[in-house]
């Protein structure tokens, strides 16, 4: 079990609820990288570090003919996986999904087993990202495709982060510390991390994510998601008085400082 694997663990609820939303249009994405595969008759594919399901869900409804295999090292998140699929598709669809747990540099599968993989944010999340492209190209046959996002480092402030540091410094808490980013640090650094993987053909471009929070939104994307770990240890009466001031804080802001406004980067290689 990895720190990341217990940690989702935990917020899986947060997560499905108040942080997947938010990134699952970004997501989606990446299956455009892998249309021209799927028209030429691509079967199976491998989503790496499936989380919910986003993208698998996704790729189901669009294709009627693929397959999709959901990857992911937390427990939770797989279940949260399982229960979105019953959700959101009929049974003939949802036979089409299979997922289980597994760790992205350890893919429980054969050699060539997938006609395509896609990935999700994730590979910022992943002990060596060159282990878990080495993984994914090992997983995939002759002329398979990895198609992925993450986040590019960079952007500008977002008043909302510096609210949320100043109300947990009331309370005794102090700013939040950031820890070394493992945010891709380039467009360049993509293509090469796919390249040294053996991956050729390679395409990387960046783009941005944007979204509108509202006060609640982002109140309960700190407490149940970003700082769950803080929030989950406090007495209630001292997390409810936390949580009041966060949001008049918060509501404080004019509306277009909750636009978040992230970079992020979306590459893609072949197989040879
Ligand atoms: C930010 S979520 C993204 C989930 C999903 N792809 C999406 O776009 O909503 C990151 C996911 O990666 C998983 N994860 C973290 N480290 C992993 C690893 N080493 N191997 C496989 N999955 C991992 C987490 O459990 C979590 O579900």
């Known amino acids: 079990m990895t720190d990341q694997a217990a940690r989702y663990d935990r917020i899986a609820e947060g997560y499905a609820r108040w942080w997947g939303p938010v990134i699952a249009p970004t997501a989606v994405r990446v299956l455009a990288a892998i249309e021209p595969l799927v028209e030429g008759g691509a079967r199976d594919i491998l989503d790496i570090g499936t989380g919910t399901g986003t993208l698998a869900i996704a790729a189901i409804r669009r294709w009627p003919t693929v397959r999709v295999t959901g990857i992911d090292a937390s427990g939770e998140m797989v279940a949260g996986a399982r229960a979105a699929a019953d959700d959101a598709l009929g049974p003939g669809d949802r036979a089409r999904f299979v997922v289980r747990t597994a760790f992205a540099d350890r893919l429980p599968f054969p050699d060539g087993a997938f006609d395509a993989a896609v990935s999700s944010f994730v590979l910022q999340l992943v002990p060596s990202r060159h282990a878990a492209l080495v993984e994914a190209h090992r997983a995939l046959g002759s002329g398979g495709r990895l198609a992925h996002v993450t986040w590019l480092v960079?952007?500008?402030?977002?008043?909302?982060?510096?609210?949320?540091?100043e109300v947990l410094d009331e309370f005794g808490?102090?700013?939040?510390?950031?820890?070394?980013?493992?945010?891709?640090?380039?467009?360049?650094?993509?293509?090469?991390?796919?390249?040294?993987?053996?991956?050729?053909?390679?395409?990387?471009?960046?783009g941005e994510l944007g979204h509108r929070f509202d006060v609640e939104g982002y109140a309960r994307f700190i407490e149940a998601f970003d700082e769950e770990d803080l929030f989950s240890?406090?007495?209630?009466?001292?997390?409810?008085?936390?949580?009041?001031?966060?949001?008049?804080?918060?509501?404080?802001?004019?509306?277009?400082?909750?636009?978040?406004?992230?970079?992020?980067?979306?590459?893609?290689?072949d197989r040879p």
């Open 233 to 269: 240890s406090l007495p209630a009466s001292k997390r409810e008085r936390i949580g009041r001031r966060l949001r008049r804080a918060l509501a404080e802001l004019p509306s277009d400082a909750l636009v978040l406004r992230s970079p992020v980067v979306l590459a893609h290689g």
């Open 154 to 165: 960079g952007g500008g402030p977002f008043e909302p982060d510096r609210v949320v540091d």
């Open 173 to 206: 808490y102090g700013p939040r510390e950031d820890g070394p980013s493992s945010d891709l640090a380039s467009v360049a650094a993509a293509a090469a991390g796919l390249r040294r993987a053996g991956f050729r053909r390679v395409v990387a471009t960046t």
